[in-house]
């Protein structure tokens, strides 16, 4: 599994974007990138995931650098509600998910 | 199907006695996945089943722990002996073979007094 870097806390306000980092230059080639919330008293919540291209669904949008080494997860719109530690990792569809200690993002009013 | 379903939300014990949790996952979902989350940590991984089968073990599995699901449907988990190091979140997720997304409970929290 590639071991990723993250800010240990970020804030944001309500109503604008929020890009949170990941750093994963040990990434392998078959490894996708994930992303994951936890939101308080909740277990994780799948986010997206992404292989070379960006990516975006209904919760978020995924950037990679094209060497693959860092990737960033967009929250267009943040609301009270994104308010969460959010994971990144790389893994194979075959691994299992395993958890670093994340970012825990504050959206203020 | 509603999702990933633990059971209890919350367990409180003395040291010493034995516990035991149920994970009802997605019915169509034959991965089942066992996590251990304490304060201000980011969840551990336990072990996983395909089907009815056990395939991994993490050394966090001390010989106190034991998980099963016999028909590979529900799992239980068990803690013998309870120690207050064991007080956490226990979280289980359940996941198609090739599915990209794990879906989690919402966990049960054990407190050992």
């Known amino acids: 599994d590639a071991k990723t870097t993250q800010p240990p806390s970020m804030d944001c306000a309500e109503g604008r974007a929020a890009n949170l980092p990941c750093n994963h230059s040990t990434i392998s080639g078959n490894e996708y990138v994930y992303w994951y919330r936890q939101i308080h008293s909740q277990g994780p919540q799948y986010i997206i995931h992404?292989?070379?291209n960006n990516e975006t669904n209904e919760m978020a949008s995924l950037i990679i650098t094209e060497d693959r080494k860092s990737s960033t997860l967009i929250l267009p719109h943040a609301t009270l509600r994104d308010t969460a530690v959010y994971y990144c990792f790389g893994k194979t569809s075959y691994d299992k998910v395993i958890f670093g200690p994340g970012t825990s993002l504050s959206v203020i009013p | 199907d509603t999702g990933v379903s633990q059971d209890p939300r919350h367990k409180i014990t003395k040291r010493g006695q034995n516990v035991t949790f149920r994970c009802d996952p997605i019915?169509?979902?034959?991965?089942l996945y066992w996590y251990r989350q304490t304060l201000g940590q980011g969840p551990e991984f336990l072990t996983y089943?395909?089907?009815?089968?056990?395939?991994?073990k993490s050394r966090l599995l001390s010989d106190r722990f034991s998980a099963e699901r016999p028909k590979g449907s529900f799992s239980t988990l068990e803690i013998q002996r309870t120690e207050q190091g064991d007080s956490a979140m226990y979280l289980c997720?359940?996941?198609?073979?090739?599915?990209?997304?794990?879906?989690f409970g919402s966990g049960t929290r054990l407190t050992v007094v």
């Open positions: 997720a359940s996941s198609l073979p090739l599915d990209y997304g794990y879906t």
């Open positions: 019915s169509e979902h034959n991965r």
């Open positions: 992404g292989l070379k």
């Open positions: 089943f395909q089907n009815e089968a056990q395939l991994e």
